[in-house]
């Protein structure tokens, strides 16, 4: 059965694709930068990210691209480091790494505070002790409303607003709610 001009016409355009799509998923491997990549190969960026909504398979490869080249840029950055290189190259390779992997190479900054405050349950009213019970006011929040009841009362606490379970009665916490 002979092929249809069109058909014959979709066939070469399928197979330049996949040979395009080969491409960039090698040279992502490479470089880990998708603008560099489609710069590189001369197709636009708009359309490596078409295919990646389009192709779960293209998907695949591409985040298993990056995955490679993070993988790389540690080993070489290890590598770098054992052998003595020069400090420049190892700083611009610990840049890169922060940026790729945050959650393994970034700076860590505790930011918790303990707050520490009194509460005089007698002044707290029934509506907002019940709305406390149910879970639907923190700690803080019943503190901020004594104050806001009493405004003549000075204030030695914390009346910013914060996360919590609304199950502790204690009047310590921290200010993620802890």
Same mark, same amino acid.
């Given at each position: 059965?002979?092929?249809?001009? &069109? !058909?014959?016409?979709?066939?070469?355009?399928?197979?330049?694709?996949?040979?395009?799509?080969?491409? #960039?998923?090698?040279? @992502?491997?490479? @470089?880990?930068?998708?603008?560099?990549?489609?710069?590189?190969?001369?197709?636009?960026?708009?359309?490596?990210?078409? =295919?990646?909504? $389009?192709? %779960?398979? #293209?998907?695949? /490869? =591409?985040?298993?691209?990056?995955? #490679? !080249?993070?993988?790389?840029?540690? !080993?070489?950055?290890?590598?770098?480091?054992?052998?003595?290189? +020069?400090?420049?190259?190892?700083?611009?390779?610990?840049?890169? @790494?922060?940026?790729?992997? %945050?959650?393994?190479?970034?700076?860590?900054? &505790?930011?918790?505070?303990?707050?520490?405050?009194?509460?005089? =349950?007698?002044?707290?009213?029934?509506?907002?002790?019940?709305? #406390?019970?149910?879970?639907?006011?923190? @700690?803080?929040?019943?503190?901020? +409303?004594?104050?806001?009841?009493?405004?003549?009362?000075?204030?030695?606490?914390?009346?910013? /607003?914060?996360?919590? !379970?609304?199950? $502790?009665?204690?009047?310590?916490?921290?200010?993620?709610?802890?």
């Amino acid at each position: 059965m002979p092929f249809r001009k &069109d !058909s014959l016409i979709k066939f070469v355009h399928d197979a330049q694709t996949d040979i395009k799509k080969d491409m #960039f998923i090698n040279a @992502l491997k490479q @470089l880990h930068n998708v603008s560099v990549v489609c710069e590189v190969i001369k197709i636009s960026r708009a359309m490596v990210y078409e =295919w990646r909504n $389009e192709d %779960p398979d #293209f998907k695949r /490869r =591409w985040e298993e691209a990056i995955q #490679f !080249s993070k993988e790389a840029l540690e !080993s070489a950055t290890y590598l770098k480091a054992i052998k003595g290189n +020069s400090a420049p190259a190892i700083t611009a390779s610990i840049f890169l @790494l922060k940026g790729m992997y %945050p959650e393994k190479y970034s700076e860590r900054i &505790d930011m918790t505070q303990k707050v520490s405050f009194t509460i005089d =349950w007698s002044k707290v009213s029934d509506e907002t002790l019940d709305k #406390f019970n149910a879970g639907e006011l923190t @700690l803080l929040d019943v503190y901020n +409303s004594t104050i806001q009841q009493n405004p003549t009362e000075q204030s030695t606490g914390a009346v910013g /607003r914060t996360e919590g !379970s609304g199950a $502790e009665r204690s009047g310590e916490t921290t200010e993620n709610g802890e």
